[in-house]
């Protein structure tokens, strides 16, 4: 006997990376955040969040935030959606327009919370596998048709950006809602904000957690046309963004300068990394996010993320299938990288299953 609906019963719990206790030593290269620290600006407003802010309830449609994102994009507010972090909005397209008997379709791997989702609205979900090298497998996923299709760009674990090419042609001939999923576009050479004007099906989906240094926060925006966004505003909590998330997040995204210079220190740091690790034999995916995917030499990708794991050092470790003698690091500082890079020299000496 349970209280809970079939498909509840029945779907695993999503597995985030880690979360180590405040405090602790510890160099976490296992979540993608960003090593340095939030927009000065933005701490500046959280210094001086006024106690009447709180008291009251807080603009439904995060309207602040909307309005400074507004101005940064060059897209109108009411092409916006605030969200609880990017999750949040992942969960309204999926509670708007899956259901069972309704296709939810990605290419895998991926971010591995479109299944979880999707299960608990016990939807019928399609994954359809990369290729070899991480070509879309685009016939397939036309031909599936979803409800709605995830797209990741840049997709997570690989790093990849999807070509432009397959995401116009995946807009122009799905019938359903496709979703891209831009976590890392600030990290990226191209983006896909241009489909949603031509596209009345595309939603672009960005967060504040990885280019802005905000996972935190919790905060996540999405843009497309007003009449997809209707739908979502119907089935969204009537206050999901909180007053402080909606201050400090328009401080944040307006401070594009601050921004921009963390993602440069970054993307100098990820080639470092990828030719460190290269000289130690991993083969390195090209990466176009703040992390890097690596498959070790010595095919001992668990015994190595066991290994860091003593030696107080977090990288990401899969367990399935394609991913599991592969590490997913996060590009940290030069400093940590370095670390993880002396670690894996001393581990890789000794390496045995
Ligand atoms: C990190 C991540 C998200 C979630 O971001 P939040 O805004 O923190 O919820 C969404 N999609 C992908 C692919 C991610 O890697």
């Not at 719990?13 to 960003?34: A, C, D, F, M, W």
């Not at 999707?118 to 979803?146: F, R, T």
């Not at 290269?278 to 390195?284: D, V, Y």
């Not at 299938?321 to 500082?333: C, E």
Request: hydrophobic share 40%.
């Amino acid at each position: 006997m349970t209280y809970f609906r079939s498909n509840v019963d029945e779907m695993a719990s999503y597995v985030p990376g880690e979360q180590p206790k405040r405090g602790t030593q510890i160099i976490k290269l296992n979540s993608n955040e960003n090593p340095y620290p939030p927009s000065p600006a933005a701490l500046a407003v959280l210094r001086n969040i006024d106690g009447e802010w709180l008291r009251r309830y807080p603009e439904p449609y995060g309207e602040e935030f909307r309005q400074a994102t507004s101005k940064v994009l060059g897209v109108p507010s009411d092409w916006i959606i605030v969200g609880n972090g990017s999750d949040e909005l992942l969960n309204l397209v999926i509670r708007a327009c899956a259901e069972p008997g309704r296709k939810v379709v990605y290419p895998m791997p991926t971010y591995v919370l479109y299944r979880t989702l999707s299960q608990m609205q016990a939807a019928e979900i399609v994954e359809i596998p990369y290729k070899e090298d991480y070509s879309l497998p685009l016939e397939k996923l036309i031909a599936a048709n979803g409800a709605v299709t995830f797209i990741a760009s840049p997709n997570s674990p690989s790093g990849h950006v999807v070509a432009m090419n397959d995401l116009q042609n995946l807009a122009n001939r799905l019938s359903g809602v496709l979703v891209i999923d831009e976590a890392y576009v600030d990290f990226a050479e191209e983006n896909a904000l241009n489909l949603v004007k031509e596209h009345a099906n595309v939603f672009v989906i960005r967060t504040l957690s990885k280019g802005y240094s905000l996972a935190g926060l919790r905060l996540g925006f999405g843009v497309a046309n007003p009449k997809l966004l209707d739908g979502l505003f119907k089935v969204k909590d009537s206050y999901n963004i909180d007053a402080i998330a909606c201050a400090v997040g328009a401080a944040t995204i307006t401070d594009q300068a601050y921004k921009n210079a963390c993602v440069a220190k970054i993307k100098a740091s990820r080639t470092q990394l990828a030719k460190d690790l290269q000289k130690l034999g991993f083969r390195i995916w090209s990466s176009q996010t703040n992390f890097l995917l690596a498959q070790p030499p010595q095919d001992n990708a668990e015994y190595l993320y066991q290994k860091l794991k003593q030696r107080r050092i977090l990288v990401r470790y899969f367990k399935q299938p394609g991913l599991d003698n592969k590490l997913r690091i996060t590009v940290g500082t030069n400093e940590q990288n370095h670390a993880l890079v002396e670690a894996m020299i001393e581990l890789l000496g000794t390496g045995k299953q």
